[in-house]
């Protein structure tokens, strides 16, 4: 009797690898499949629960434009969503992988607070370039003091001279 050839293992293709895709990015995220489905909902998509169960467990179609929503709401490249296979939990590499999603989204968050650290150096430059133009209008030189330049107490504080018992020691 001879025995048979081992089945080896092959990476899923097609409606079997965005399936298995999807179970795996979506248990990684620790998203429930509601929490799936209420993404999608969201991107515009009519899906249920139960449909993101039957596209996991390869018993329901998916269409194209569900392929890039789901990538979209996992957070995933949708070029890899459906092409390469992503390790499961059973998988070596599996440790691996999760340590790459989590410097993927490190990275995001980087590239995120980089965005806001450019957007506030832009406005105080913007805000410096207000300053000098409204001192070269009044002929104050902005980099060093002027006798011309009077700063005024904040109103109502303890050195407004309009105010009762002005000074420090007032209040």
Known sequence: MDDPKPQRWS?????????????????????????????????????????????ENGTRSITFNEVIGLAKALSVPA????????????????????????????????????D???????????????????AERLGVDAQGQSAELVWYPAPNSPWDPLREGAGPSAG
């Open 79 to 114: 070029e890899h969503f459906m092409t390469e296979a992503v390790a499961g939990p059973d998988d070596p590499s599996y440790e691996l992988q999760e340590a790459a999603f989590a410097i993927q989204a490190a990275e995001r968050e980087w590239r995120v607070a980089q």
């Open 11 to 55: 990476p899923p293709e097609g409606e079997a690898l965005v399936a298995h895709n999807l179970k795996i990015c979506r248990k990684v995220a620790r998203l429930s499949q509601e929490d799936v489905a209420e993404r999608m909902r969201r991107l515009g998509f009519k899906i249920h629960q139960t449909q993101i169960a039957k596209i």
């Open 116 to 134: 806001l650290a450019d957007a506030a150096k832009a406005r105080l430059d913007e805000t410096e370039r207000t300053y000098d133009e409204i």
